[in-house]
């Protein structure tokens, strides 16, 4: 590798071996990232559209400050973001603090004591335990007697539609469906499969709420959850729709009746929407989600040259090296605390902000287990930034994402690799 671009990569401890190793099978991927494209440029089309017909202008930069009436960029990046995911309407606020914020917000929201939530894709992401009250929580919707009934995936990844059929009573109110595996090593859902489990579900009980966990899901697809029958669509504006520049907030786009109630509960009954200053960040939710399209198409194509890295080594990897992606995120299990180790280890040394740093398991809030996270971000925990997470508990399996630019995430899987190898885990 005698080229400025190998010199380089020399100079960020990245050996030849690793390079060449990597450099084939990216070389091999054209195709694959070929398609990603086209999705991001129906995607990016698709915002800039719902930007020009919602009238953004220069005004809707200015924020506003104390009870925050009349808010132009608010009210309308809340209109572009329900003209985005072909919604009645839209709930996008700097004080929805987080994906967990806002899913809590969702359901406690439009559920109410006496009524049942049910999950029919098995267990949901580790801190909507808490939330739920699954694990015992103050403040969980158990609190308020709001019960809880789960079906799990069935052994292929398919859903058990026998026992969710059981599992649909007079109670229950809202179906909570998770796109993104999150923490689990089972498939992501593609539109179309939530697509099916809608259908089925209404199919039974017509005024069911029937609520997508979105986070990582957005962009991905030319198509999200509101275009296929979901109620309500929910996440975080430090994943893909912040397009990394989003400092803070969450999202709830749906039906107008889901959004008012989120509305309601987020601020207070009687004040809905019509509060809530933008300060001075809208200009960053408007121009991250313009990003968004591109950065999100930047992070898949990351995970999928992971995914061939990671399996040509002997690592089971999901999705694996060919599969269709419905999310940002890469799983990669290493059986082994140190293999995860190693991986975060080395996405922390690519990072342009703190890669001096050593990542270390700790007791994160809201997880039953060690977690190790490794994060060199512009915005602290944003994790369309590139990342890396796992549990520390079997199976051992690290959980990969983002990258707000595919050369950055190209460069953290080669660190990555470069970790492994240094750890004597792999020889390449
Ligand atoms: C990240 C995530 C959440 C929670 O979001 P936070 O912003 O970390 O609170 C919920 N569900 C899924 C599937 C996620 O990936």
Known sequence: MNTETGNIYRELGISDNVYQFSREILDSLSTRF???DKTAEYNQLKVIKAMQDNKVSEACFLGTTGYGYNDLGRDTLEAVYASVFHAQDALVRPQITCGTHALALALMSNLRPGEELFSPVGKPYDTLEEVIGIRPSKGSLAEYGITYQQVDLLEDGSFDYENIKKAL???????TIQRSKGYQTRPTL?????????????????????????????????????DVGADMAVGSLIKNPGGGLAPIGGYIVGKKECVENAAYRLTSPGLGKEVGASLGILKDFYQGLFLAPTVTAGALKGAVFAANAYEKLGFKVVPNSTQSRHDIIQAVTFGTPEGVIAFCKGIQAAAPVDSFVTPEPWDMPGYDSKVIMAAGAFVSGSSIELSADGPIKPPYAVYFQGGLTFEHACFGIMKTLQSIVDAGLVTI
């Not at 009573?169 to 179906?175: C, I, M, Q, R």
């Not at 809608?198 to 005024?207: A, C, E, L, N, R």
């Open 34 to 36: 070929c398609e990603i």
């Open 169 to 175: 009573n007079e109670k229950t109110k809202l179906v």
């Open 190 to 226: 593609s539109v179309q499969k939530i697509s099916e489990l809608i259908s089925f579900i209404k199919g039974i009980k017509p005024d069911v709420i029937c609520m997508v966990d979105n986070c990582y899901g957005e962009f991905v697809e030319r198509l999200e959850p509101t």
